[in-house]
């Protein structure tokens, strides 16, 4: 398996701003991935960060509104741009060993 | 578009019982599959995966997978209050084994 943290926990932001969440991983890793979970839904992913390339971003999700770094193999950052309401979720880092995903503690946002 | 179907639920089972969740996949071509779970305010906790047809046990959980009929189950036998959360089913998707998650099934084990 993978130790993960990410930063923050939590934020409640101001429509308008930006937020950079930070993920941290105890292992080098080839894949990282980031996903939205929205109150009361699914796991939908955003990206797929793999490092020394751009991020694959999934239908429905753009580089502009949230941007990927991947500067090494146990490290990225999410940010999510121009915020509104509707980007009030949990967004959580995961990582794929040996086929198998782990997850981050998430970072709630709240959007006001 | 490839899917991942579960019953939303909630199913709600008795202490000691055993609890059923079942799950759809659309894409033929998925070899691997999991189940997590999720405690609410937590991040999804991996607890089982199949690769193969059959039964697969891990203590009071077995995963049973049938891929002629596309679908894969979760049982949880002896079912405690500690088993209350959601659970997901996800299979992955593309080449870089990123997942695509069921929307979960909420299981309430009553005392």
């Known amino acids: 398996s993978a130790v993960i943290s990410q930063k923050p926990s939590r934020d409640i932001c101001q429509r308008g701003t930006s937020l950079t969440i930070q993920c941290q991983v105890d292992?080098?890793?080839?894949?990282m991935f980031w996903y939205r979970q929205q109150p009361g839904q699914s796991l939908t992913l955003i990206a797929t960060?793999?490092?020394?390339?751009?991020?694959?971003?999934e239908s429905g999700f753009v580089i502009d509104k949230f941007p990927i770094s991947r500067p090494n193999l146990t490290f990225s950052t999410l940010t999510v741009s121009n915020m509104s309401p509707e980007d009030s979720s949990i967004y959580l880092c995961?990582?794929?060993?040996?086929?198998?995903?782990?997850f981050g503690p998430g970072t709630r946002l709240t959007v006001l | 578009q490839k899917e991942v179907e579960q019953n939303s639920g909630p199913l709600s089972v008795p202490e000691g019982a055993i609890a059923s969740l079942n799950c759809t996949y659309s894409d033929r071509g998925s070899q691997s599959f999991f189940w997590y779970r999720q405690y609410s305010g937590k991040s999804p906790e991996l607890i089982m995966s199949?690769?193969?047809?059959g039964d697969k046990e891990d203590g009071r959980f077995t995963a049973q997978l049938n891929k002629a009929s596309q679908y894969v189950s979760l049982l949880i036998r002896d079912s405690q209050p500690s088993d209350s959360a959601t659970y997901l089913c996800?299979?992955?998707?593309?080449?870089?084994?990123?997942?695509?998650f069921g929307a979960g099934t909420r299981l309430t084990v009553k005392p």
């Open positions: 199949i690769y193969s047809n």
């Open positions: 996800a299979v992955p998707e593309g080449g870089n084994n990123d997942m695509r």
């Open positions: 292992s080098q890793v080839t894949m």
């Open positions: 995961s990582v794929s060993v040996y086929n198998e995903q782990f």
């Open positions: 960060a793999n490092q020394g390339s751009e991020a694959t971003y």
